[in-house]
C-alpha cells in the first residue's frame, strides 16, 4: 500500500540548532533513533492546542523533566498542569540520549564539588543526587522501560588515567560513602568486555540503564492518569506577560498561565524567553546502534554485561550492550545544526568501535542520530526561579547527565511552582540558589556580548581536548 510523505514542514529536520532557528518546528517527526524505532507507539495525548485557553500552570517541554514536573504537581501538589509540546511528545533528549541512568548531575565530579564548595555542601549534594538516583530506580522498577541495574564503570583509556580513577574511587569510598572498586584491565575485560583501550576501570554500583523514550512514555501516562494535558504540535511561538499573566501563543491559540514551568533542555530556544537567552550551550551529541551481534561476535568481544560504560576522555564515549545484543555507542558531534550531517562526525564513532572492539570492526551500523545538549556556565545544572518578580520556573543544564537527575529535578521544580520550597534547607544548595549565567569566554569577564562567540571558543576547547584526549 502507497503511503503519502509528511509535509515538509513536518518531517524531521536533521539540522535543527536551537541557537539559530526561530522555533523547534510544530508537529515534527521524531528523529530516527533506536529508541523511537522500539518503544512501541507513543501514548494517547490532548491533541494540539485548538483555541484559547486559561490554566494554572504551563510547562514547555515534554520530555522527563516535563513530564515528571507534571506528574508530582498532580500527585503530590494537586495541580493539573497543561504540558506544550512544539513536536511529538519526548522529542527531544528523552528520545535521542544515551539511557544512562548515573547517580549524577551534571559533568562535575564529586571531587570537583568538594574543589568548589567545600566539603559540607558537596556532602549536602551528594544526598540530594543520591536521594534522586534512589527515586529515579525505584521509577525504573515500576515502569516498563528495559531497565538494567547493574551499576556504571568509567573506564580509563591511556594508562595515566588510572591513578585519576584510583583517586574518583578513594573520594567516593572514603568520603561519600559509596562501594565503588578499582579494576585492573584484565578483570574488567574477563568481567564485563574485552575492551581495547581500556587500562583499567572504576566500577559504583548506583547506575540503571533505560530505553529512554519508554521511560518517558511511562512518565506520560502516569500524569495523564492523574488529570495533566499534554499537547503536541504546540510550540510557543510568542510569549507576553500581561497583569502577571503569560500569554503564551502557539499555532492553534494563546494559553494564558498563571505560573510557567519552562522544561526544554538542550532545545531551548533563543526566542523562547529573555530569561534563558544566551544562558545555556546546546551541544551535539551523536549515537548509533549496530545490528545486533551474533554469538560469535558476543564471544570475540567477551560481553558478559549490559552494564553501561563511560570512558575517561574528556570528549567522552559511552557504549554498551543493549537487550537485543546491539552494541551502542555516542559521543561528541558537530558543533553547529548545518554541519551535523557531515559524514567526519559518524566516522568518529564508526573508529571508535573498531578501536574499542576490533571484531566489530565494519559491522553494520542501523541507526545513526544527534540530539542537543544542554550545558550551564558551570556545568551544572539550575532548577530555580530566575527572577523573583516573574512566576516562571526552569530546570535545565544536565550537561549529558539528566537520564536519572530529570525526573528528581521535576519533582524539586513541581514544589517549587507550587510554592513549598521556602521552608526546605535543600534549596539553599547552589543547583537551586544560584543562577544561570552569561558564558565565560576563555576567563574573561562574564558578559552576554561573549555568547555569539560561544561557538567559536567551543571550537578550539574541542581541538585542546581531542589533544590531551589522544595525544
Partial sequence: MLTSSPPPSTRYDPQYDPLVAKTP??????APTYWVASAGPAPQDDGPIQNDIDVDVAIIGSGSTGMSTALYLAQEHGIAAVVLEANQTAWGCSSRSGGQGQNASGRLTRSQWIDRWGIDTAKKLDTEIRTGFENFKALTREFHCDAHDGGHLYVAHRPEKVAYLQEQTRVRRDIFGYQAKMLSKEEFQEQFCD???AQGAMWEPDGVGVHPLKFTFELMRKARSLGAKVHPASPVQGWQTINGIHHLQTPGGVVRAKRVAVCTGGYT???MTPLLKNKILPILSNSVVTRPLTDAEIQATNFRSQTFMTDTRTLRFYYRLLNDNRLQLGSRSSITGADAQDPQHLKLLTDAIARKFPPLAGIQIDYSWWGWVDVSHDMMPRIARPDPLQTVWHAVGYGGNGVAFSTWAGKRLAQRVAGKDSDHAVFNLPIYNSAL???????????EAFAPFRRFG???LYKWYWMQDEL
Fill in 269 to 271: 530556544g533563543q526566542q
Fill in 195 to 197: 575492551e581495547r583501550d
Fill in 437 to 447: 549565567q552569561y558564558p565565560n569566554l576563555f576567563n574573561v569577564v562574564r558578559s
Fill in 458 to 460: 567551543q571550537y578550539f
Fill in 25 to 30: 518546528g510544530a508537529g515534527r517527526d521524531y
